[in-house]
């Protein structure tokens, strides 16, 4: 099991989620503008960031240790069906994302939201000062606290940044040790389309 997976994982069946093309082509144009960025530094297998999309009452999400996320196929994805007393079930035959438990908080306790995109940005692009500059106009904020990584409490931060008025909230010390030139951020949507477009113009605006 992955040493991120701070849940245990229970495998309901090893039924491939469908519906799923929309998502490898968001996960692919994430990555091509290196917000889902692959391990490197390290032994370990994967990529930063997931995506997720509301699937009857649970969700479809990336699976984890993916090397990448470019052109991924179906059965690099899981149908988690419930999260409940530190348990992730689930059908699919690879392990749910390590951020799993983030997601389920975020759809629990705002309803109208059906896809999520966590990516990491670059600091450089986050902090900079024309970056900062944006921060109000963009509808930016960063939790209070450090976010960590993999429990249910980085999704309650989130909650509390996005119930101040946050449209892209950004994770506050959420990074890997060997990948601390970046930094983790959530963005909601009422369909997965909206979402990725304000992660990529969000992205796009902090550039330039």
């Avoid at 109208?112 to 904020?141: M, P």
Wanted: with cysteine; hydrophobic share 35%; proline share 3%.
């Amino acid at each position: 099991m992955s040493d991120f997976i701070q849940f245990k994982p229970v495998q309901l069946s090893e039924a491939i989620p469908e519906d799923t093309a929309s998502m490898s082509t968001a996960c692919t144009e994430l990555t091509e503008c290196d917000l889902l960025s692959s391990y490197e530094g390290t032994s370990i297998i994967g990529s930063n960031g997931n995506v997720s999309k509301r699937h009857g009452a649970g969700f479809i999400i990336t699976g984890t240790q993916l090397p990448s996320k470019q052109n991924l196929k179906p059965e690099d994805f899981v149908h988690i069906e419930k999260c409940a007393a530190g348990e992730a079930h689930f059908h699919g035959n690879k392990l749910p994302s390590s951020e799993c438990l983030m997601h389920w908080y975020l759809y629990e306790n705002f309803p109208e939201t059906q896809a999520i995109v966590h990516v990491h940005e670059l600091n450089e692009i986050l902090y900079s000062e024309s970056g900062r500059s944006q921060w109000n106009e963009l509808k930016i904020s960063e939790t209070s606290a450090d976010a960590g990584n993999g429990t249910i409490e980085v999704g309650a931060a989130a909650v509390e940044t996005f119930n101040q008025g946050a449209l892209y909230v950004i994770l506050r010390n959420h990074r890997p040790d060997w990948d601390s030139h970046r930094t983790g951020a959530v963005i909601l949507g009422n369909s997965l389309e909206q979402a990725l477009k304000h992660t990529l113009n969000t992205h796009n605006a902090l550039k330039s």
